[in-house]
């Protein structure tokens, strides 16, 4: 990777990570976060759909792990090593606790391929922002969706408020290098992050329009019972 912490005034590595501060200007909901938390809705009616998701969780973050180890050789300045050490650690963590997860449920862990990612220490930032963003806006919804499996939520709020920190230290990095002369670059590792993004996301959709046929079928299998359950709460209801 191309090495630019020379140029660098990293984070205050002894801020709480409570300190940080989500900003509207750049962690906005946008139509790609809405899109992704509507096919994760649809998705949970699957039956078995609760388990399997912690196997892809638990494959996720190990494949960060791998992503992030492969990137420290090019980290030089030493305070944000340290940060980006601590990074590492956290997401072995949540690969830990999901797999434990998974293995509790007894659900598959799939195998992870990572994207290539860029040999720029710049573009590397920018794909890491955008991907803990999103890690957040998903996880928070993956929590919403796991009401009947407390310890599961609870381990999630500890990985939601590692990757609220995460994103944080990164789009600060970000922001001390384009104020340091580097507003040019920055903007573009940012849009080149934006268009590895917008891959991601193509491939979720397909994905999701690939399968609507299977939730489709369950959806009508599933009616009767569905419209059964209803009208027995309906006549409770009445009957009060």
């Known amino acids: 990777m191309d090495e630019t912490s020379s140029r660098v005034d990293t984070v205050d590595e002894s801020v709480d990570r409570e300190e940080f501060r ?5 962690k906005r ?12 809705r649809r998705r949970v009616r699957l ?8 196997g892809v969780l638990a494959a996720a973050e190990a494949d ?16 944000l090593r340290r940060i980006f050490l601590k990074h590492i650690e956290d997401e072995k963590r949540h690969t830990a606790g999901f797999t434990a997860f998974a293995r509790k449920y007894d659900a598959a862990i799939p ?7 860029s040999t720029n220490v710049l573009e590397f930032f920018g794909f890491l922002e955008i991907t803990e963003l999103r890690g957040e806006q998903m996880i928070k919804t993956f929590r919403g969706l796991y009401a009947k499996y407390p310890e599961v939520q609870a381990f999630m709020d500890t990985v939601i408020r590692d990757e609220r920190y995460h994103a944080s230290y990164l789009h600060n990095q970000l922001e001390t290098w384009a104020s340091q002369g580097l507003a040019k670059e920055v903007a573009a590792a940012r849009r080149a992050a934006g268009r590895i993004d917008s891959r991601g996301f193509r491939a979720q959709l397909l994905a999701f329009v690939m ?6 079928a369950y959806e ?5 019972s569905t ?14």
């Open 22 to 26: 989500e900003s509207e200007a750049w």
């Open 29 to 40: 909901r946008d139509l790609k976060a809405r899109v992704l938390r509507f096919i994760l």
């Open 47 to 54: 039956p078995g759909w609760h388990e399997q998701a912690l």
């Open 64 to 79: 960060g792990v791998r992503v992030l180890e492969a990137a420290l050789p090019a980290i030089g300045d030493a305070k």
């Open 111 to 117: 195998v992870h391929v990572s994207q290539p990612i």
């Open 211 to 216: 399968g609507l046929p299977r939730l489709l």
């Open 220 to 224: 009508i299998r599933s009616l009767p």
């Open 227 to 240: 419209l059964s359950g209803r009208s027995g709460a309906s006549a409770v209801s009445s009957s009060k």
